[in-house]
């Protein structure tokens, strides 16, 4: 159950930060107030970094630096190995019900 609740809210947040590198990127194009990289960040660390690092090559922003060039790409793998432990853990505790057997194939050696 808390499972499906991580990965909703996993979505939720990766949608959060691709709609948020789109509009900072129409903000940046207009010259209007722009969204602070701290916030930009914030929503990465917080579980949206693929959403984020989707959203900065789809729409060509950020990619010059290169605090987003590298940071992004180690929060995606950070996030990665953070799920992978949240499926594991899910796996040996039972949690996944009916899922369990598909994610037992992949991860029973963890």
């Known amino acids: 159950m808390y499972a499906g609740i991580f990965f909703i809210y996993l979505l939720a947040v990766n949608l959060a930060g691709l709609l948020i590198f789109h509009s900072d990127k129409k903000r940046a ?3 209007r107030f722009r969204i602070p990289e701290a916030r930009l960040f914030l929503i990465a660390i ?3 970094a ?3 690092l989707l959203g900065m090559y789809l729409f060509r922003h950020k990619t010059r630096h290169a605090r987003f060039v590298i940071g992004m790409p180690l ?3 950070l996030w990665i190995i953070i799920i992978i432990f949240v499926i594991v ?3 040996r505790s039972g949690a996944l019900g009916s ?3 598909f ?3 992949f991860f029973h050696n963890f």
């Open 29 to 31: 194009v207009k010259h």
């Open 46 to 48: 917080l579980g949206g």
């Open 50 to 52: 693929a959403g984020c």
């Open 75 to 77: 929060l995606v793998i």
């Open 89 to 91: 853990w899910n796996i």
């Open 99 to 101: 899922a369990g057997p």
């Open 103 to 105: 994610f037992h194939a």
